[in-house]
């Protein structure tokens, strides 16, 4: 995705403005993983301490995530030498598991959907000693919040992994206003920035059929010369 100077390698950071390359990446990344490494001793532990007791309660982890925050999902459940007391809940469940027509998945609106939230939950038939971990960037979106709001009110603990400066600065999709964030116990903020994209950098279909195109950034909201790739598809 494409970012403007606010949040580009070089928003806040220092990186050298000169455009997009590995150091500038890597130079980026640094400091927002020095970030992370803070909340060691305050949300991380307290995290820690919350699986030590559901384990403890022989409840599994349950773990959510829509869109691509679905990848840090199947990094908790069902990874070979892995946690084993674990689950993953995706949005295709619905379809796997609840018989509804796979039109369903076509689109990217239903993880926008309130109504999905508490059927995903049913279908996962957690125990009451059941942890709940919830991952979104943005931590607005209608199935997000819907779920949260179920797993609290059926008493579950539950850790929210985002973006604090990405969900600060959006609106709720909710109905009710509210967040992910306000429902967790725990909060986790990957420092992520706004956008959700530190690199100036733009992928674009191309106007010839069967190629695409590679904009990098030279850091100051403007872009290079593209670059055009063959997909080698009619």
Do not use: C, W
Not at 122 to 135: H, R, S
């Amino acid at each position: 995705s494409s970012t403007d100077g606010s949040t580009g390698a070089h928003a806040g950071t220092g990186t050298d403005p000169g455009g997009v390359s590995a150091q500038s990446y890597v130079h980026t990344l640094t400091p927002i993983m020095a970030a992370v490494t803070e909340q060691i001793d305050g949300p991380i532990q307290q995290a820690a301490e919350l699986f030590t007791e559901a384990l403890r309660k022989n409840g599994v982890i349950q773990a959510f995530g829509s869109g691509h925050s679905e990848a840090l999902a199947m990094e908790i459940a069902g990874r070979a030498g892995g946690l084993i007391a674990t689950n993953r809940i995706a949005l295709r469940d619905l379809v796997l598991l609840g018989g509804s027509p796979i039109e369903l998945l076509r689109g990217g609106e239903l993880e926008r959907d309130p109504s999905i939230a508490r059927k995903l939950y049913d279908l996962a038939e957690p125990d009451p000693a059941d942890l709940f971990v919830i991952a979104s960037n943005s931590g607005v979106n209608g199935s997000i919040v819907e779920f949260a709001t179920v797993v609290k009110q059926k008493g579950h603990p539950l850790i929210a992994i985002t973006t604090l400066q990405h969900t600060g600065g959006m609106d709720s999709r909710h109905p009710s206003g509210k967040k992910l964030i306000d429902f967790a116990d725990v909060v986790l903020d990957n420092h992520a920035p706004y956008g959700d994209s530190v690199l100036d950098l733009a992928v674009a279909n191309n106007d010839s059929p069967g190629t695409f195109s590679i904009l990098l950034g030279n850091g100051d909201g403007s872009f290079q010369t593209p670059v055009v790739f063959d997909t080698y598809y009619p």
